[in-house]
């Protein structure tokens, strides 16, 4: 029985972007040097090789601007003391080595960063965090990106997993960890199903949040999310919600069923790289506002011009 998957998301991804050749030529940023992409490497040790042990952002610069800086940083250095990680480095440093990532590689617009600090090298292949040697492994990787604008125009297919978003208790998805296995299984179960992404429920049974990106539906003109308390501490997702609050917009935060998303008008999905994608159908259920509906084209708008990007 074969286990393979799709190995072209160009056009089916909430997190697909445009081909780039000049990507095969940025310098990374590792520990404190830049080197080519091809030459980035880190130890077969390393923690968070070893056990994704480790912490994560994704940073999009626009027109010179790094979108929601200082919240990304701010998540970034929570996660960090929520599981003991010492970054050995200050926010303002850290800061510091995004810009200058962009900045060697001549990006200013139309361009994404991942930035991610693992706990650094072990003495041997274990769990165990007291067997760490030396500081954080810190990695800075920019790329040219430029969201697909296929996934914009037809919409993400989205398909209910039967794997559920963890409680804090077990796994707290606020927390932008390198461990990631259980979404990776829910999303390669919606790529089976063909689908672009699965979206997951809570331990409950309500309505969550997707593998990679935080859900959204349209409701009578009215735009509801999840509580909040099973997915991820989304820096788009809040600014959504705040530009709808500012425009008028009634939103409802709260538990909410399949039943009610599969009657709904519009749907939705954000993250850093896309901004807001919209959804077509959810379990074969093809939803009336498939592609951008209305309200999924209005709250896309103010969040361009919130970022400063060209409409």
């Known amino acids: 029985m074969s286990s393979s998957i799709s190995p072209d998301p160009s056009s089916s991804s909430s997190q697909a972007y445009m081909p780039d050749p000049r990507n095969e030529q940025v310098l990374v940023y590792l520990n ?20 994704g042990d480790g912490v994560w952002e994704g940073l999009r610069i626009v027109n010179g601007q790094v979108v929601s800086f200082d919240a990304h940083i701010d998540r970034l250095f929570e996660g960090a003391l929520s599981i003991a990680l010492d970054i050995g480095l200050s926010k ?4 510091d080595i995004v810009l200058r990532c962009f900045e060697i590689n001549g990006m200013r617009d139309g361009a994404h960063a991942r930035l991610m600090i ?15 040697i030396g500081g954080a492994t810190i990695v800075c990787v ?21 794997i559920r978003c963890s409680g804090p208790d077990v796994f707290d998805l606020r ?9 990776i299984q829910a999303l390669i179960q919606a790529i089976n199903a063909g689908a672009d992404e699965a979206l997951m ?12 990106t935080n859900f959204f539906i349209v409701r009578g003109g009215a735009l ?4 909040g308390r099973y997915c991820f501490k989304g820096i788009t997702r809040g600014s ?29 999905v954000t993250g850093t790289l896309g901004g807001l994608t919209p959804v077509a159908s959810i379990d074969g259920r093809r939803l009336p506002g498939a592609g951008m509906g209305p309200l999924t084209r209005r709250l896309y708008q103010l969040y361009l011009r919130k970022i400063g990007a060209a409409q």
């Open 32 to 51: 404190g040097e830049f080197v080519a992409r091809h030459e980035a490497k880190v130890s077969i040790f390393d923690s968070g090789y070893v056990c």
């Open 142 to 162: 920019a790329e040219h990106k430029v969201v697909s604008p296929e996934s914009k125009e037809k919409g993400l297919r989205l398909q209910t997993s039967t």
């Open 240 to 268: 959504v919600l705040a530009l709808a609050r500012e425009a008028g917009i009634p939103v409802f935060e709260g538990d909410f069923t399949l039943a009610e998303v599969y009657a709904a008008d519009e749907a939705f």
């Open 175 to 183: 927390i932008n960890s390198h461990s990631r296995l259980n979404l």
């Open 92 to 95: 303002a440093e850290i800061k």
């Open 118 to 132: 693992t706990r650094g090298i072990k003495k041997t292949a274990n769990q165990d965090p007291r067997f760490i």
């Open 201 to 212: 429920l809570d331990p409950n049974g309500f309505v969550s949040s997707c593998n990679s």
């Open 224 to 227: 509801w999310t999840s509580s």
